[in-house]
């Protein structure tokens, strides 16, 4: 098993703690500190596993399923534990959600036709931007400024969601056409 690789299984390790550590005590500063450095890591092996599999042309079947497998479970189970705390409104993670579906199935269905839907500038920059997020509502600073923050990074990321969902599917359209 090539490195890639391991940095992913490495990331899908790193989720259970991260929930634990989040959502073991919410109001413990220092559990939502320590599940704040999980999320970072994890998040940063998302970047670095990429980067060592394209720089030596590492990339594998596995890789390609398991690394967007992996981040979203990360960023998922994120959201989903922020619901729980009542820092994000559940609408706005069934819309983040609902989008990681859709682009799923459209990948699917693009992937049995023997197409590849690459990601584009807007699911990158969604991507950023949800991280973002997480990480500052995670830190739950109790300062004005990083409140205002949080609220900022999640609209701007709930915007790009929508504009990447839509991104996407005026690329590839003619994916859902029927094939003869």
């Given at each position: 098993m090539?490195l890639?690789?391991?940095?992913?299984?490495?990331r899908v390790?790193?989720?259970?703690?991260?929930?634990?550590?989040?959502?073991?005590?919410?109001?413990?500063?220092?559990?939502r500190?320590?599940?704040?450095?999980?999320?970072?890591v994890?998040?940063?092996?998302?970047?670095?596993d990429?980067?060592?599999a394209?720089k030596y042309?590492?990339?594998?079947?596995?890789g390609?399923f398991m690394?967007?497998l992996?981040?979203k479970?990360?960023?998922?189970s994120?959201m989903?534990?922020?619901?729980?705390t009542?820092?994000i409104?559940a609408?706005?993670?069934i819309?983040i959600i609902?989008?990681?579906f859709i682009i799923s199935?459209f990948?699917?269905?693009?992937?049995?036709?023997?197409?590849?839907?690459a990601?584009?500038?807007?699911?990158?920059?969604?991507t950023v931007f949800?991280?973002l997020?997480i990480?500052v509502?995670?830190?739950?600073?109790p300062?004005?400024?990083?409140?205002?923050?949080?609220?900022i990074?999640m609209?701007?990321a709930l915007?790009?969601?929508?504009?990447?969902?839509?991104d996407?599917?005026v690329?590839?359209?003619?994916?859902l056409k029927?094939?003869?």
């Amino acid at each position: 098993m090539n490195l890639p690789n391991k940095l992913t299984i490495f990331r899908v390790i790193l989720i259970p703690f991260f929930v634990l550590f989040l959502l073991l005590d919410p109001e413990n500063q220092a559990y939502r500190y320590i599940a704040d450095a999980i999320f970072i890591v994890a998040s940063l092996t998302d970047m670095l596993d990429g980067k060592i599999a394209r720089k030596y042309n590492l990339v594998t079947n596995f890789g390609k399923f398991m690394d967007p497998l992996a981040d979203k479970l990360l960023v998922c189970s994120a959201m989903i534990c922020l619901v729980s705390t009542r820092q994000i409104p559940a609408w706005i993670v069934i819309v983040i959600i609902s989008r990681e579906f859709i682009i799923s199935g459209f990948r699917l269905i693009a992937s049995d036709n023997g197409i590849v839907i690459a990601a584009s500038m807007w699911g990158k920059f969604k991507t950023v931007f949800q991280m973002l997020m997480i990480i500052v509502l995670i830190a739950n600073i109790p300062v004005a400024f990083f409140q205002v923050l949080g609220d900022i990074l999640m609209y701007v990321a709930l915007v790009l969601t929508v504009v990447s969902l839509v991104d996407y599917i005026v690329k590839n359209k003619d994916v859902l056409k029927e094939q003869k």
